[in-house]
């Protein structure tokens, strides 16, 4: 396999590759590549993220961040459908991400669930036929961490701004990678086969409600740093097949969060001041070698902490990343069996049996 080609590759595919070899040579060539992979992507994204925050604002990061996430999905997983209604759709998913965060800030705490909920379904729908793929992962984190991250007035137009920019690289990478998939798939027949009975579409539902209702308890009872609630709470219901048991990620995100920030919290103590910036990009290279998704949440945990620990301190901001996490999960928990027991009822009656 070329050096490159295995640049490319997930690191769970590339940790089965380093399982399948015979000699300690074989190996070390696909750590180096892990290990090379995961550190190009690191520079690359301090690279993007920087020279887009400075353009269009620091206020505008977690936009530079979403359209960071964005382009790198894009160049592997399309919307299942023709190129041409793909590049209409991706301007609507990125109009979604500027106005609809910013419109969530300043409206009335009774217009909330439903704006959430049309929003966040439609980026679904657009975006994710294949959750197995990824996208809804992926779109979701964009849409609830610029909730949590709203502006207004000047830096929306930069934020637009921002978004017209990301919309130019992100629909050259879908025209260049899947223009050539697809071809007959328009967006309204994907329309037409919205049927609630298929597993696919009933998860989307229950992202969609799911997320809206924790983001809007957040918001209306002014949890600090609600998007972390929200991050909680989509990981448990994003995760595919469709299950209404989520007892087992759960338990991981709880795991993952407080074994991530107890690490944090030690590090930060033990190291030189000088070495506390970096913390959350060694967090982004740890996760380059990660494939148990308990050690991806430890490690995501790096960033957000770095970030919050210059607003809430250091002990302030690892007990409200706990905290965020346990009401997040818990309420995903809850919600989960709820709509599972409805849906079964109503649209899936082999539920009943899982």
């Not at 087992?248 to 506390?276: C, D, M």
């Not at 706990?322 to 069996?337: E, P, Y």
Request: charged share 15%; aromatic share 12%.
């Amino acid at each position: 396999m070329k050096f490159y080609d295995a640049l490319q590759m997930d690191p769970a595919v590339l940790k089965r590759e380093i399982a399948a070899c015979d000699t300690r040579q074989e190996k070390a060539y696909y750590w180096i590549a892990m290990a090379v992979r995961s550190v190009l992507i690191v520079g690359f994204a301090i690279v993007f993220i920087s020279l887009l925050s400075g353009v269009f604002g620091a206020d505008n990061t977690p936009m530079a961040v979403a359209l960071f996430c964005m382009m790198l999905g894009i160049r592997f997983v399309n919307f299942e459908y023709c190129v041409g209604d793909s590049l209409l759709t991706l301007a609507a998913v990125l109009a979604i991400l500027v106005l609809v965060p910013c419109a969530a800030a300043v409206l009335p705490s009774a217009f909330l669930i439903p704006l959430h909920f049309a929003a966040f379904f439609a980026l679904l729908y657009m975006t994710t036929q294949r959750p197995e793929m990824g996208n809804g992962g992926l779109y979701s984190f964009a849409y609830i961490y610029l909730t949590g991250n709203p502006v207004v007035g000047e830096a929306l137009v930069r934020r637009g701004l921002l978004a017209l920019v990301g919309y130019l690289i992100c629909g050259a990478i879908l025209f260049a990678k899947h223009r050539d998939q697809h071809k007959t798939t328009r967006f309204h027949h994907v329309v037409r086969k919205f049927d609630l009975s298929a597993p696919v579409h009933l998860w989307q539902l229950r992202m969609a409600l799911g997320v809206s209702l924790v983001l809007t308890a957040g918001q209306v009872f002014g949890v600090e740093r609600f998007m972390w609630m929200g991050f909680a709470c989509a990981s448990l219901l994003s995760e595919y097949p469709y299950s209404g048991n989520t007892t087992v990620r759960f338990r991981q995100r709880i795991v993952g969060a407080v074994a991530g920030s107890g690490a944090f919290f030690v590090l930060y103590l033990v190291t030189p001041e000088a070495f506390h910036a970096l913390m959350g990009p060694l967090g982004g290279l740890c996760l380059g070698f990660c494939t148990d998704y308990r050690y991806k949440t430890a490690m995501n945990c790096f960033g957000a902490l770095m970030l919050g620990t210059g607003i809430y301190g250091l002990q302030g901001t690892v007990l409200l990343r706990i905290v965020d996490t346990l009401l997040g999960v818990t309420f995903g928990l809850v919600f989960a069996v709820i709509f599972h027991q409805l849906a079964a009822v109503r649209f899936l009656p082999a539920l009943k049996e899982e």
